[in-house]
């Protein structure tokens, strides 16, 4: 049965983006702005709380006109809207989703709660609606890093998660030991490309242990002590060698555990997703194991993969295609499990 048409403004801030969307039926993005604090946060190396809290306030009501305007609709239009609730920083979630709760209560339109890792890997499904579920996700961001089966908009199985260190968070500090500006991952990648893959032997932690978990405390580790050695030697460091060998360890372990998880599954649909799916050799590798084994990969274009509110309206048209609305008291969580209800 076809369903109605849907016009959902979706609102992120869960860190250091602001973004507000217009998506309509769930796939067809009519505007997705993203206004980024990076530059605001560099000068501290990371982003700080209650000054990203702060930027939420300044940006996002501009914002919202910016996108209906972008979008060619106004607010009567929206048929609901859609903001982050969890996980995230608090205060940060908190802007976002006061704004968009205030705009669905003086609409009198529905109003949805998105999880925001829920959202990175749904935005595989905007961006290809023929992808089959259910599907297995390796899920990597600045904060996240698990492999998650999909089964539906509502459910999601969490196989595995990083121990320690996120894999953005590895990426972006091996980054600054090597003086890199924040956040580090897209220049580690641009470098790692230059280096040579073997120059050092990093650790592949937990490779071949069975379980689906990821530790990347002991590789950021290990880069700092071969980093120490070359300065206390007195020798130069081989940035890119660095880079590439830090490189190599990460994406060895992702694919290798990426592909396990989806034989345990039975599984032959593979996605990616969060903002460290935009890193080249991931996608490359990944690409070669799935085609290996003929299995089908979706790769997110990158404006989705980063943090991005498309994805939010876009997971928010599924939701309440598969369920109800959230009541306007639902809370921020910084910490919050994937939503797993049954498909
Ligand atoms: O998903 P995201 O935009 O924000 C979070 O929800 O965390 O991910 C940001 C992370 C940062 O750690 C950044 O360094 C990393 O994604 N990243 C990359 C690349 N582009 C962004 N890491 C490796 N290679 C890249 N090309
Ligand atoms: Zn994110």
Known sequence: MPQPTSVILGIESSCDETSVAVVRDG????????????????????????????????????????????????????????????????????VGLVGAKSAAWALGIPFVGVHHLAAHIWANVIADRSLPLPFLCLLVSGGHTALVRVDGPRAFATLGETIDDAVGEAYDKTARLLDLPYPGGPHLDRLAAEGDPRAFAFPRALLHEPGFRFSLSGLKTAVRKAVEKQRLAGLPVPVADVAASFQAAVVDVLVAKTIAAAEAEGLTTVALAGGVAANRALRQSLQAACEARGWRLSLPPLDLCTDNAAMIAGLAHAMLATGEPDALWLPPHPRLALPSAPA
């Open 27 to 94: 796939h067809e993005i009519l505007a997705n702005l993203v206004s980024s604090q990076v530059e605001v946060h560099r000068r501290f190396g990371g982003v700080v709380p209650e000054v990203a809290s702060r930027q939420h306030i300044l940006t996002l009501n501009p914002l919202m006109a910016e996108a209906l305007e972008a979008a060619g609709v106004g607010f009567g239009d929206l048929t609901a809207i859609a903001g982050t609730h969890a996980p995230g920083l608090l205060g940060a979630l908190l």
